[in-house]
């Protein structure tokens, strides 16, 4: 699912930037604040160290969207077996498609805010109209028809 996911984003990620969304280049102090952002999530639930394998990032204004996959610092996988999350009960495997993670994320003020996020999702979670009716401008495919 996770590379299904990865191919959808490469696919549309042409057509998407008509939609006036850009993303940050890496060494960027956007890219760091926003990886920033989504960290403590991932510690939380993955324990320390933790990178991040970036396969999209959109930022339009003071929304953003990331689609990552968390790994150890040097690209060391994360079993899930070993974390925080699956000590307390709180990132189950038979629960997760892997440990793929998407934010959404907003500005406020000079600080980014990973306000909707998940780990291991096995759907498309942002297409949904509440999400679409703040979110659309950096996420258009999954709002079609919303």
Request: glycine content about 10%; overall charge negative.
């Amino acid at each position: 699912m996770r590379m299904v996911l990865f191919l959808l984003m490469v696919l549309i990620s042409g057509p998407a930037m008509a939609q006036g969304w850009t993303e940050p280049a890496r060494g960027t102090p956007t890219r760091a604040a926003l990886m920033d952002a989504l960290r403590p999530h991932a510690l939380w639930l993955l324990g320390s160290p933790v990178e991040f394998v970036v396969y999209d990032l959109r930022v339009s204004g003071n929304l953003a969207f990331a689609s990552v996959y968390p790994q150890r610092p040097g690209g060391g996988e994360i079993s899930i077996y070993t974390t925080p999350g699956y000590s307390r009960g709180d990132l189950l495997p038979e629960d997760r498609e892997g440990l793929g993670m998407q934010a959404l994320y907003y500005k406020s003020g000079e600080t980014w805010v990973a306000v909707h996020w998940t780990i291991g999702a096995s759907d498309v979670w942002w297409a949904y109209e509440p999400i679409c009716a703040v979110w659309r401008q950096v996420i258009p495919e999954g709002c079609e028809g919303l």
